[in-house]
């Protein structure tokens, strides 16, 4: 989320027609036109953040500025060329990384969370405990996870680390409560 995606098309020598067909989360179907007799593009009901990217040293593309997470959905490639017919197919899936934060509850012990990741992170402590993590959805498909740290046995330290695995990165962040 929030980075540029491009997505490139199957190119042949002598094409008339390059057609890109988008169904995504956001709804409705985009379409993006180039046909060469006329030298001509069209779009249909796509954001403003979609568009060709056309460039001489590659094949044209779609590119997709500062995607969000109403971009996650199929893309369609269709050419129509002197060789034929050719079609790419594409589905995007957007990871969106979790914010995290530490603190202390009114008992003292430290509260990890992880905000509105997708798909959920994954929280785990050192030193090592048994706490379960709860998950909250939320209707942009992004879910945050709380856990709460519960020591099997103190070690003489007072410090705890939340360690964060999510596949857009992993983090870390230390708390003495």
Same mark, same amino acid.
């Given at each position: 989320?929030?980075? %540029? &995606?491009?997505?490139?098309?199957?190119?042949?020598? =002598?094409?008339?027609? @390059?057609?890109?067909?988008?169904? !995504?989360?956001a709804?409705?179907?985009?379409?993006?036109?180039?046909?060469?007799?006329?030298?001509?593009?069209?779009r249909?009901?796509?954001?403003?953040?979609?568009?060709?990217?056309?460039?001489?040293?590659?094949?044209?593309?779609?590119?997709?500025?500062?995607?969000?997470?109403?971009?996650?959905?199929?893309?369609?490639?269709?050419?129509? %060329? &002197?060789?034929?017919?050719?079609?790419?197919?594409? =589905?995007l899936?957007? @990871?969106?990384?979790?914010?995290? !934060?530490?603190?202390?509850?009114?008992?003292?012990?430290?509260?990890?969370?992880?905000?509105?990741?997708?798909?959920?992170?994954?929280?785990?402590?050192?030193?090592?405990?048994?706490?379960?993590?709860?998950?909250?959805?939320?209707?942009?498909?992004?879910?945050?996870?709380?856990?709460?740290?519960?020591?099997?046995?103190?070690?003489?330290?007072?410090?705890?680390?939340?360690?964060?695995?999510?596949?857009?990165?992993?983090?870390?962040?230390?708390?003495?409560?």
């Open positions: 989320a929030g980075d %540029s &995606s491009i997505l490139t098309c199957l190119f042949k020598e =002598h094409v008339y027609m @390059l057609t890109w067909k988008i169904t !995504s989360k709804g409705g179907l985009c379409t993006l036109v180039y046909r060469s007799d006329r030298n001509m593009t069209h249909g009901n796509c954001s403003d953040n979609i568009n060709w990217k056309f460039r001489a040293d590659l094949d044209p593309a779609l590119e997709i500025q500062q995607v969000g997470i109403a971009q996650e959905g199929n893309y369609s490639c269709e050419v129509a %060329s &002197s060789e034929g017919n050719f079609h790419t197919m594409y =589905h899936t957007v @990871l969106a990384p979790p914010r995290l !934060s530490l603190s202390c509850d009114e008992q003292g012990s430290p509260v990890c969370e992880a905000a509105a990741g997708k798909p959920p992170a994954q929280l785990s402590w050192l030193p090592e405990s048994s706490s379960s993590a709860e998950e909250k959805c939320h209707h942009n498909g992004t879910v945050t996870v709380v856990s709460k740290f519960t020591a099997r046995s103190t070690n003489g330290t007072n410090v705890t680390t939340c360690m964060v695995s999510h596949p857009a990165g992993n983090w870390s962040q230390s708390i003495a409560c």
